[in-house]
């Protein structure tokens, strides 16, 4: 019987298990397909605080991986692949750890959310060197230098305006003759002398420098099928996140896009289940905010135990 097992080990998820390693819970953290979550496939991490020349993606995410560690945190490179809830007071929860049932007093789901990515050639080696999911994350490494945006709903239209502050110009490209954003977003997009439409084209191909990093998108109008070159820094790919929630779907409550629901914090509808970072956040989707509710999870954690001892 596991005091406490948490579900990834993203910065919401190795936060959780630092705090919940200090309160004496000694947790099981596991580890999940993508170890360390999307910071993994991060060069340089500008916007945490505490590191005032940036640090890498990777080494964060070690860094939070060894805090928790010291602490008596314990890791496991395993994939959780089935959940059934239990009532939180005499009745555990079960989870299926490689093909085997472990059972919970409480569950911490910071599995996360993985951007959707376009499926191209050279996709996963240029993640990082010119290729990214996060305006946020990344727009500032890209000043006065021309981008492009991949998508057509109010995230791309958000990413593009988000991006004339740094580009000299935001190429928003799309598949169809219109945006399928709302038409507020749309307006304002297309209203912006920065960002120019680039309508009816499919990505087709990344095109690298000798250095690795990216030199243009190669694109297919689809009226005609000719292929362009749009020389640009990066591409910010936009077209959405799926939340990695499947082994909890229809046991814990989540909205039609399968982000879990937290009620009051980070609790959820099941007595003892708590969400924390992209799994549950739609909005922010930053390793600060990540970090912060994992710090909330644990908090609810050790209240709910002491409330049931």
Same mark, same amino acid.
């Given at each position: ?67 928790? +560690?010291?602490?008596?945190?314990? %890791? ?7 959940? +059934? ?15 085997? $049932?472990? +059972? ?12 959707? $990515? ?80 680039? $309508? ?28 362009? +070159? ?17 082994? %909890? ?7 039609? !896009? ?31 905010? !990540? ?12 209240? %709910? ?5």
């Amino acid at each position: 019987m596991e005091n406490v097992i948490i579900v990834g080990t993203g910065c919401a998820g190795l936060t959780a298990a630092i705090y919940t390693a200090r309160a004496n819970l000694s947790p099981l953290v596991l580890e999940g397909k993508e170890p360390g979550g999307q910071l993994t496939t991060t060069t340089l991490v500008e916007n945490f605080p505490g590191f005032p020349e940036g640090i890498d993606g990777p080494d964060l995410i070690t860094n939070m991986k060894k805090q928790a +560690e010291k602490f008596g945190a314990r %890791f496991q490179y395993s994939y959780l692949s089935d959940f +059934e809830p239990g009532n939180g007071h005499d009745l555990p929860h079960r989870v299926k750890i490689d093909d085997e $049932w472990v +059972e919970a007093k409480t569950l911490i789901v910071a599995s996360g959310a993985s951007a959707r $990515w376009l499926g191209l050639p050279n996709e996963s080696k240029l993640v990082g060197h010119g290729l990214t999911s996060c305006a946020t994350c990344d727009g500032a490494f890209y000043r006065n230098v021309p981008v492009a945006v991949v998508g057509g709903g109010d995230s791309a239209c958000e990413e593009a305006l988000f991006l004339t502050r740094f580009a000299s110009k935001v190429y928003l490209v799309h598949r169809r003759d219109t945006l399928r954003a709302s038409k507020i977003m749309a307006d304002r997009a297309l209203a912006h002398p920065k960002i120019e439409p680039v $309508w009816n084209s499919i990505p087709v191909e990344y095109l690298a420098d000798a250095q690795g990093e990216m030199r243009a998108l190669k694109i297919r109008h689809a009226d005609t099928g000719t292929e362009s +070159e749009l020389e640009v820094a990066c591409v910010f790919v936009a077209i959405g996140h799926t939340p990695n929630t499947k082994p %909890f779907l229809g046991k814990l409550p989540t909205d039609e !896009a399968g982000y879990l629901l937290q009620t009051k914090g980070t609790t959820t509808e099941v007595p003892g289940v708590f969400a924390a970072g992209d799994v549950a956040d739609t909005v922010y989707r930053q390793a600060i905010t !990540a970090a912060g509710q994992g710090c909330a999870a644990a908090m609810d954690v050790e209240r %709910f135990l002491a409330d049931q001892e």
